[in-house]
């Protein structure tokens, strides 16, 4: 084979991928263990009510402020403070603003992990459905970040919402973003999958009755809502699924929350995604785009791919 023969995407594929394996290694080799995130009980768990207390020894102060703000806040609290939060940031915008939008797994994003070549807005909520956060989007209607990253729906389905409501609802929010953010990069991410009878979850009963395929088969359909309302769709699922069809177990801390691996993992999609957004407009042609794999080695020594769809880009 002559390397000069090589299409250009195959190149710079190559290359994103021997970075993102090198970033990713290095991470989890340098990274401090976070311990073990809260779980609630979805099913018995009403809004008034207050989210358990936990400590973070291990993060560094910034991170640990930002739990300590949220960490006894009912969910009227957490609006309220994140509403607080978005005002201030509109006050003293920052040039790079990436905003993270969803339920605990996106709040428990830690801010150490988060990719550091912006600023973030962490508008995440425990317990939170595409409803409830489709009412709370104007909180930063006076921000005009670069990207916004979505990743809703898992508390729908457990509540037993259908995945046909899950998607009419997640079209609205989709519309709303699009409406208020007409120059952001939204980018709808894929409901993670659970780790079925393996989980120690709280709700572990919930998440039996709800297949891994059910949700597979949800966010099939998301990527088809995302490429008909021209946006980006980041499938996440091939990352973080094993040869089981479950949360691969060394990124989850009780089968269904990731652990700081999960984070890494998670970050290292971000923070890739973001590189090829910014190369592909200008060095790859628009038909490649569409349609990148990306592999990286996991804990175990296998590879997994990260499907990067960018169907009909902005």
Do not use: C
């Amino acid at each position: 084979m002559r390397w000069k023969s090589l299409p250009q995407w195959f190149a710079v594929s190559l290359l994103l991928n021997g970075l993102l394996g090198v970033w990713v290694w290095l991470k989890i080799r340098t990274a401090e263990p976070l311990p073990v995130l809260p779980s609630l009980n979805w099913a018995e768990w009403q809004p008034h009510q207050s989210l358990p207390r936990w400590s973070a020894p291990s993060l560094s102060s910034q991170t640990q402020a930002t739990f300590g703000r949220r960490q006894s806040l009912n969910y009227e609290g957490w609006v309220a403070l994140l509403s607080q939060e978005a005002a201030a940031m509109a006050a003293s915008p920052p040039e790079q603003l990436s905003v993270l939008v969803g339920d605990s797994i996106s709040l428990w994003f830690p801010v150490d992990l988060l990719p550091p070549d912006q600023v973030w807005l962490n508008q995440g909520i425990s317990g939170e459905t595409t409803q409830g956060l489709l009412r709370r989007i104007d909180a930063f209607d006076r921000l005009n970040p670069n990207s916004i990253f979505v990743m809703i729906g898992i508390n729908d389905l457990l509540r037993g919402t259908s995945s046909d409501a899950v998607l009419q609802e997640q079209k609205k929010l989709i519309k709303a973003l699009k409406k208020h953010h007409p120059h952001s990069l939204i980018v709808l991410q894929s409901i993670l999958p659970h780790s079925a009878e393996n989980a120690t979850w709280e709700g572990r009963d919930r998440l039996l009755k709800l297949p891994n395929q059910s949700i597979a088969e949800l966010n099939q359909d998301l990527e088809i809502l995302a490429h008909d309302q021209n946006i980006y769709y980041l499938d996440l699922w091939p990352l973080f699924i094993d040869s089981d069809y479950k949360l691969r177990a060394h990124l989850t801390t009780d089968g269904l929350h990731l652990n700081e691996k999960g984070y890494l993992v998670w970050s290292a999609a971000l923070q890739l995604f973001s590189e090829w957004k910014l190369l592909s407009p200008s060095n790859i042609s628009p038909d490649i785009a569409r349609d990148v794999r990306l592999r990286f080695p996991l804990e175990n020594g296998s590879g997994s791919q990260a499907w990067f769809r960018l169907d009909d880009t902005p």
